[in-house]
């Protein structure tokens, strides 16, 4: 019995070592946070007019921003691109061209190259928006979105949806 013991005190010591000693297991972090500025989910453009109270056509501009935040500790430079699936529409399902939004960016923490640190017109499809330094350090961007409404064209409540995406590049 005493020889059992002695085992069993032996084994359970060298776990206790092992679980003691052993590095533990730490997940790497690569996120991307996203937020808009006024509160809203989507680019929400409210109610944008095309013609001024006396009727005469008007072309009216509207801005919304968004943050995006990039957390990371990789250390590998990576990519934020943004991809517009579908034109902006009103309620009543009229779409504007994909131009009649622009959009600019700043980049407020990090390092790396803004793709559009200049008005640029927004695709359809995927843009590359941000490349980070070889560093991979973290960044925060600020995009600004703005809708222009052409005299005469569909006044209306106009939304669209950007998605975001994130990823190492090598």
């Given at each position: 019995m005493a020889n059992f013991l002695k085992r069993n005190s032996l084994f359970v010591a060298g776990l206790v070592?092992?679980?003691f000693f052993c590095p533990r297991v730490s997940r790497a972090e690569f996120a991307l946070d996203i937020e808009a500025v006024e509160g809203i989910?989507?680019?929400d453009f409210g109610a944008v007019e095309s013609y001024s109270s006396d009727g005469e056509p008007v072309s009216e501009s509207v801005s919304r921003q968004i943050r995006l935040t990039v957390r990371t500790d990789l250390h590998k430079p990576y990519r934020v691109t943004q991809i517009l699936e579908r034109q902006a529409v009103n309620e009543n399902l009229n779409a504007l061209k994909p131009e009649?939004?622009?959009y600019h960016s700043v980049l407020r923490q990090g390092d790396g190259l803004l793709r559009a640190p200049n008005r640029r017109n927004m695709e359809l499809g995927e843009q590359e928006?941000?490349?980070?330094?070889g560093a991979g350090d973290e960044a925060e961007i600020l995009i600004q979105y703005d809708l222009t409404v052409p005299p005469a064209e569909q006044a209306g409540y106009y939304r669209t949806s950007i998605r975001y995406r994130l990823y190492t590049t090598t």
């Open positions: 070592l092992i679980l989910q989507d680019l009649t939004i622009q928006i941000f490349l980070s330094s």
